[in-house]
């Protein structure tokens, strides 16, 4: 049973081979967008409400109905002389109906169906720039922490070459168990971050294949750079987002489709004419043997003059509607403001700290150095020089953070205008 599990796993590692290689952020997003299923899910709801303006315009086009019939029937009437007669009864009829006009009724349907399918479309773009988002937040968030990982072994290395070498001062009489004893935990604790940086690389994999369904080759992954310029006024980039943003313009759709669901209300008020031909081919009906033809073209019209006020109460229900869909076509805009806002924020400020935090890793850097050497020749102490390697590697973590963070920012920010597809290439 083991053999058979270990060759099922292999057989599933070799299935993902092809994925595995070359990986780029475009590559990945673009595979992300062909098999995710809520992108796939959102991309058949467009396909449905295509569907339903068709069937919305089918109400412009005539209708053609056929019927036909046998059956006994027993007829006492003064047509038959008040005799009971009983004859086999056959039907047969064609019927075509053209609407002329309904009040509107079709066309304010084919407007509604075109909006809904608008919002749908618009939705799908939000869908799969949302998707290409968190796409790139895993890509990044892999990268981050394989090098988070590398700064951790590193880490690692230098406690362990400081630790051999207390360990030799201390068996030649010069160095004190108390340093021993600081660096040992100092490594122990080194050992327990490189066990926890090891964990967090495996649990950045495991988002990275929920996201994709790839499972990644950190060796074949490239640091993405953001090709477009962001705009230098964030009046600008609102500007864009409220001309862009699929989410926007998903509602601005969903306000087209309620106004035009309003205006069909209307077509109750008005009168309906229908041209109708009739065509019937009747035997033996109502007890009198013979054929009997019988052919109809009339211009019909139907006018309702009172159904107990239903159409108005549904006319003020749908001016409801109307303005629920203005009201949240105006949240969204607030929202897509926020969005933009918050990000552009984030984006700033790791923008004007970046200079100081390679300033920090550089003279911590050169601090360390320093302190080794007034180390080996005894006027610094082993706190002061671990105290100085901490300083380095917490600044080299927090650099390496905003390194990612930077890039994973100006994709917010892109995402906010609605422009991540574009800047990525997934489009």
């Given at each position: 049973?083991?053999?058979?599990?270990?060759?099922?796993?292999?057989?599933?590692?070799?299935?993902?081979?092809?994925?595995?290689?070359?990986?780029?952020?475009?590559?990945?997003?673009?595979?992300?967008?062909?098999?995710?299923?809520?992108?796939?899910?959102?991309?058949?709801?467009?396909?449905?409400?295509?569907?339903?303006?068709?069937?919305?315009?089918?109400?412009?086009?005539?209708?053609?109905?056929?019927?036909?019939?046998?059956?006994?029937?027993?007829?006492?009437?003064?047509?038959?002389?008040?005799?009971?007669?009983?004859?086999?009864?056959?039907?047969?009829?064609?019927?075509?109906?053209?609407?002329?006009?309904?009040?509107?009724?079709?066309?304010?349907?084919?407007?509604?169906?075109?909006?809904?399918?608008?919002?749908?479309?618009?939705?799908?773009?939000?869908?799969?720039?949302?998707?290409?988002?968190?796409?790139?937040?895993?890509?990044?968030?892999?990268?981050?922490?394989?090098?988070?990982?590398?700064?951790?072994?590193?880490?690692?290395?230098?406690?362990?070459?400081?630790?051999?070498?207390?360990?030799?001062?201390?068996?030649?009489?010069?160095?004190?168990?108390?340093?021993?004893?600081?660096?040992?935990?100092?490594?122990?604790?080194?050992?327990?971050?490189?066990?926890?940086?090891?964990?967090?690389?495996?649990?950045?994999?495991?988002?990275?294949?929920?996201?994709?369904?790839?499972?990644?080759?950190?060796?074949?992954?490239?640091?993405?750079?953001?090709?477009?310029?962001?705009?230098?006024?964030?009046?600008?980039?609102?500007?864009?987002?409220?001309?862009?943003?699929?989410?926007?313009?998903?509602?601005?759709?969903?306000?087209?489709?309620?106004?035009?669901?309003?205006?069909?209300?209307?077509?109750?008020?008005?009168?309906?004419?229908?041209?109708?031909?009739?065509?019937?081919?009747?035997?033996?009906?109502?007890?009198?043997?013979?054929?009997?033809?019988?052919?109809?073209?009339?211009?019909?019209?139907?006018?309702?003059?009172?159904?107990?006020?239903?159409?108005?109460?549904?006319?003020?229900?749908?001016?409801?509607?109307?303005?629920?869909?203005?009201?949240?076509?105006?949240?969204?805009?607030?929202?897509?403001?926020?969005?933009?806002?918050?990000?552009?924020?984030?984006?700033?400020?790791?923008?004007?700290?970046?200079?100081?935090?390679?300033?920090?890793?550089?003279?911590?850097t050169d601090t360390r150095e320093a302190y080794q050497k007034q180390f080996n020749i005894g006027k610094r102490?082993?706190?002061?020089?671990?105290?100085?390697?901490n300083e380095v590697i917490e600044s080299k973590r927090a650099l390496i953070n905003a390194n990612y963070d930077?890039?994973?920012?100006?994709?917010?920010?892109?995402?906010s205008m609605g422009q991540l597809l574009k800047d990525i290439g997934g489009a």
């Amino acid at each position: 049973m083991r053999t058979l599990q270990i060759l099922w796993v292999g057989l599933v590692l070799v299935n993902m081979t092809p994925y595995a290689s070359a990986l780029t952020l475009k590559e990945t997003v673009q595979h992300t967008l062909e098999t995710h299923p809520e992108v796939l899910a959102a991309h058949h709801v467009v396909q449905s409400r295509g569907e339903e303006v068709r069937e919305a315009k089918a109400g412009y086009l005539p209708t053609v109905d056929l019927a036909a019939g046998i059956g006994r029937q027993t007829v006492e009437a003064p047509s038959t002389g008040d005799e009971e007669v009983s004859l086999t009864r056959h039907e047969a009829s064609a019927s075509v109906r053209q609407m002329l006009f309904d009040g509107f009724a079709t066309s304010e349907e084919v407007n509604r169906q075109e909006a809904r399918q608008s919002s749908a479309s618009y939705k799908a773009v939000e869908v799969e720039e949302n998707t290409a988002l968190r796409v790139a937040e895993v890509y990044l968030n892999l990268l981050r922490q394989s090098q988070l990982l590398d700064l951790a072994r590193e880490t690692l290395q230098e406690h362990q070459n400081i630790h051999d070498q207390m360990v030799l001062r201390n068996k030649s009489g010069v160095g004190s168990k108390a340093d021993l004893d600081q660096i040992t935990a100092r490594l122990a604790l080194a050992q327990s971050n490189m066990i926890t940086a090891q964990s967090n690389l495996l649990d950045a994999k495991t988002n990275f294949y929920r996201v994709t369904s790839i499972y990644p080759n950190l060796d074949e992954l490239k640091m993405p750079t953001v090709n477009q310029v962001l705009p230098s006024l964030i009046q600008d980039a609102e500007k864009t987002a409220v001309e862009q943003h699929p989410t926007l313009l998903s509602a601005t759709a969903d306000v087209e489709s309620a106004e035009a669901q309003y205006q069909a209300t209307e077509s109750n008020y008005w009168p309906r004419l229908q041209l109708e031909a009739d065509q019937r081919w009747d035997e033996d009906v109502d007890g009198i043997e013979g054929d009997n033809e019988d052919t109809v073209v009339a211009l019909r019209m139907t006018y309702n003059l009172y159904n107990g006020g239903a159409d108005k109460a549904r006319r003020k229900s749908t001016a409801y509607l109307l303005e629920q869909a203005r009201d949240i076509r105006n949240n969204t805009h607030r929202q897509v403001i926020e969005s933009l806002r918050l990000s552009w924020t984030a984006f700033q400020t790791i923008q004007g700290q970046m200079p100081y935090l390679e300033m920090h890793v550089k003279a911590a850097t050169d601090t360390r150095e320093a302190y080794q050497k007034q180390f080996n020749i005894g006027k610094r102490t082993l706190l002061d020089l671990l105290n100085t390697e901490n300083e380095v590697i917490e600044s080299k973590r927090a650099l390496i953070n905003a390194n990612y963070d930077g890039v994973f920012s100006q994709y917010r920010v892109l995402n906010s205008m609605g422009q991540l597809l574009k800047d990525i290439g997934g489009a």
